[in-house]
């Protein structure tokens, strides 16, 4: 049995199906966190079912890609039970949908999350009233704090089995009613093989032909004609098409069903309010969230440089003492040493910044801070020809460039996307702040690792405007549903913080410790020097050792690579030892923003195409090598301007 | 009267939309539409977008597009 979780965006489906099938699914508190399908194979109740999470979608009418995500899945994969969740907080809002999802004619059932949120804002709601008037199963939900769950899987369990047949509630207009049923006859007497029932196909033919009809893979003229025919009638009665006299009616109705089921409440609870007065401040809003990234920051190093430290020495000593036991110089010690080195990255250097950089970052998230970000720097990203939602990707690209790519997909326009992925790849990733903060700030202190911060958002700034200024277009503007604010649990900020640093475990630990290994023989049998070559033109424009070059090679597996594989490289316990603060510097900004590393690259690859992952790429490698160039231009005339003074 | 000239805390009715379908299309989807009440709650400086409470939901909207929304005062 396939059970599909629909409903608006940020109404916690996937808080829902991460309590039924475990933590698969980031959640977080703005519209569009989820922009493609999980399933999960789960038992509930002691049956299997297959449960699937999809992207929110205000309606059926998709308006960008994660939003097409949910019709694509619906009309292309056998869904038995649609379980459509409404926040019951937006109760009118969400019931559009249910009345679109009723069309549909599948075995459905409506869960009234937050009700938490519902009850402290004072609204109350006749479940059964409502159930009644819509024909369907109508029950309560808390997601976030896993109530409701089993009688709601019980119901869902309960409708698969038995595969009850939806009614559509009837238009309250006949004329459109009409329409429907001769266009849906029509329909039947055509050979269409679509999943769909033939009043939902009339509809939503009406609605928006074209899109289904391209997956119908049948540019049947014939049924082109009998909707163009059907669309023109809708107009001449109504003077509009189908699509807004449809949900101009589903609008009506929806309002007239929350007006009958639901009392509401008084204003708004005040404190989400005052909060927003002060976050949302022409002044005191910019003000506090420069003081919430500098604490973030601060928070960052001084807990990761406080374990790095210690834990490197550590490591440092087990490695000198190695020759000791194994033989100095023998192969099993440097395939023990590259093994060590690999360990003590990931211990010593990744994990204490990665840490509380993911416990930070999902707090801001779950909080509801990143919709109140979008709304600050709209105008600023408007200069950048971008519009405030882009400011998600760039957020989620401190985390990891690979979501940033993929939640460009909430973007509607291609050449949004386009810029947005482009301009994403160069943040500063959290397999960066390894670089950036092992090295530079543990070696040079903290300010310089935040102007490299500061550096960065303006070369990305700029980058934009000129970007944009070459391929301009009228910029659509920002419409952003914001969010209340929400308190993050600590289970769920624990659990999302260990599901991104699980990627890190899994995937780039095993990488950096074989990296270091292939470093050691590298070494050993002295074939790094060949491979440095390849990189010496680079390296040299750069003014650093060419010893440096395969870090940087390996820098494309995984960013992390380039840092713990320098030491090595390097052949230095202590890198200043090696490396003067000018080529720190330049190394790391060089590293920051070089081609993005694989999955980045095949994440812009599925989401634009191979071409534009190859123009993206060769961009990168050039703007790495001007900015680390004005970088080390930088250094040298403040360290002569120092000399002077 | 366009949304962009109300002040904030003013109670209006969206008369309609104008310009590009694509504006129209994605507030329809969020559910404003013509006939609906919404009121500015605040306005971001240097020409940033406007939040409004849209039947209890809130909503940012840029400068350019509530330069397109139409309305009228309500009593
Ligand atoms: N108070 C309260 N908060 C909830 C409840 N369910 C979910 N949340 C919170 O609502 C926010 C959105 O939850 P998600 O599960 O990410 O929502 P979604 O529907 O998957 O959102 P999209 O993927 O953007 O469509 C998160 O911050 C959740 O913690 C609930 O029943 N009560
Ligand atoms: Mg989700």
């Given at each position: 049995m396939r059970v599909a979780l629909i409903g608006q965006p940020n109404c916690g489906k996937s808080t829902l199906f991460n309590q039924v099938a475990g933590y698969k699914a980031d959640t977080g508190n703005f519209p569009g966190t989820t922009v493609t399908f999980t399933e999960s194979s789960v038992r509930v109740i002691g049956e299997k079912i297959d449960l699937v999470d999809l992207p929110g979608t205000y309606s059926l009418t998709a308006s960008n890609l994660a939003e097409k995500e949910v019709i694509r899945y619906l009309s292309s994969n056998r869904v038995d039970v649609i379980l459509n969740l409404v926040d019951a907080s937006h109760l009118r809002q969400g019931l559009e949908l249910t009345?679109?999802?009723?069309?549909?004619?599948?075995?459905l059932i409506v869960a009234?999350?937050?009700m938490d949120e519902a009850a402290r804002m004072g609204i109350t709601i006749d479940g059964p009233q409502l159930e009644s008037l819509l024909g369907v199963p109508v029950l309560p939900l808390i997601a976030s704090k896993g109530r409701g769950i089993k009688p709601l899987f019980t119901s869902v369990l309960d409708r698969g089995r038995n595969g009850t047949l939806v009614r559509r509630i009837p238009y309250q207009n006949q004329d459109l009613d009409d329409i429907i049923l001769s266009l849906s006859k029509e329909l039947q007497e055509m050979d269409l093989n679509l999943d769909w029932e033939w009043e939902a196909l009339a509809i939503r033919l009406l609605e928006e032909g074209d899109d289904l009809l391209s997956e119908a893979e049948s540019g049947d003229l014939v049924l082109r004609r009998t909707i163009e025919k059907y669309i023109q009638q809708v107009i001449q009665q109504h003077g509009k098409?189908?699509?807004?006299?449809?949900?101009?009616e589903r609008h009506a109705h929806a309002q007239e069903l929350a007006d009958r089921v639901s009392t509401l409440g008084e204003e708004r609870v005040t404190w989400q309010t005052r909060a927003d007065d002060l976050l949302l401040h022409p002044f005191w809003g910019y003000v506090v969230?420069?003081?919430?990234?500098?604490?973030?920051?601060?928070?960052?190093?001084?807990?990761?440089?406080?374990?790095e430290g210690p834990l490197i020495s550590l490591f440092d000593g087990m490695i000198a003492k190695l020759g000791g036991f194994t033989g100095q110089g023998s192969l099993i010690t440097d395939i023990l040493t590259g093994i060590l080195q690999g360990i003590s990255g990931g211990v010593a250097i990744v994990l204490p910044y990665l840490t509380p950089f993911l416990l930070g970052m999902g707090f801001l998230e779950d909080v509801g801070y990143l919709p109140r970000l979008a709304f600050l720097m709209d105008s600023l990203m408007q200069r950048m020809g971008l519009h405030g939602k882009a400011i998600v990707p760039f957020i989620l690209g401190y985390g990891c460039n690979v979501p940033a790519v993929m939640a460009t997909r909430t973007l509607e326009d291609r050449r949004d996307r386009f810029l947005v992925a482009t301009l994403s790849i160069m943040v500063p990733c959290a397999a960066r702040i390894a670089v950036i903060f092992g090295l530079i700030a543990f070696y040079l202190g903290s300010w310089i690792a935040l102007l490299i911060y500061v550096f960065n958002i303006i070369v990305i700034a700029l980058t934009g405007r000129i970007m944009s200024w070459r391929i301009l277009k009228e910029n659509p503007g920002l419409i952003l549903e914001i969010p209340p604010y929400r308190m993050p649990t600590l289970r769920t900020t624990f659990l999302k913080t260990w599901f991104r640093a699980k990627e890190f475990v899994i995937e780039a630990w095993p990488l950096l410790i074989a990296g270091s290994i292939f470093l050691e023989l590298a070494n050993r049998y002295k074939f790094a020097d060949i491979l440095n070559l390849l990189t010496r033109p680079f390296t040299w424009l750069l003014g650093l050792p060419s010893a440096v070059g395969l870090p940087l090679i390996f820098g494309v597996l995984r960013k992390e690579l380039s840092l713990i594989m320098l030491r090595q490289a390097l052949n230095v316990t202590d890198i200043?030892?090696?490396?003067?603060?000018?080529q720190m510097i330049t190394f790391t900004i060089f590293v920051v923003f070089y081609i993005p590393c694989l999955a980045t690259l095949a994440a812009l690859r599925k989401e634009l195409n191979t071409r534009d992952m190859f123009i993206i790429a060769t961009l990168s490698v050039v703007i790495a090598m001007v900015t680390a160039l004005i970088g080390r231009g930088l250094v040298i005339l403040v360290t002569s301007i120092g000399v002077i003074i | 009267m366009r949304l962009i000239d109300i002040e904030v805390n003013t109670a209006v009715e969206i008369v309609s939309f104008e310009g590009g379908k694509g504006i129209s299309s994605k507030l329809r989807r969020l559910g404003l539409m013509p006939g609906d009440q919404i009121i500015i709650i605040k306005r971001a400086p240097f020409r940033g977008p406007l939040l409004v409470d849209a039947n209890g939901r809130s909503v940012a909207l840029g400068r350019g597009v509530a330069a397109k929304i139409e309305v009228s005062l309500c009593e």
């Open positions: 009345l679109e999802l009723l069309e549909l004619g599948k075995p009234l999350n937050m098409t189908p699509t807004w006299i449809f949900s101009e969230m420069l003081g919430i990234l500098l604490v973030f920051f601060q928070v960052v190093y001084l807990t990761g440089s406080a374990i200043s030892q090696a490396l003067t603060p000018e | -």
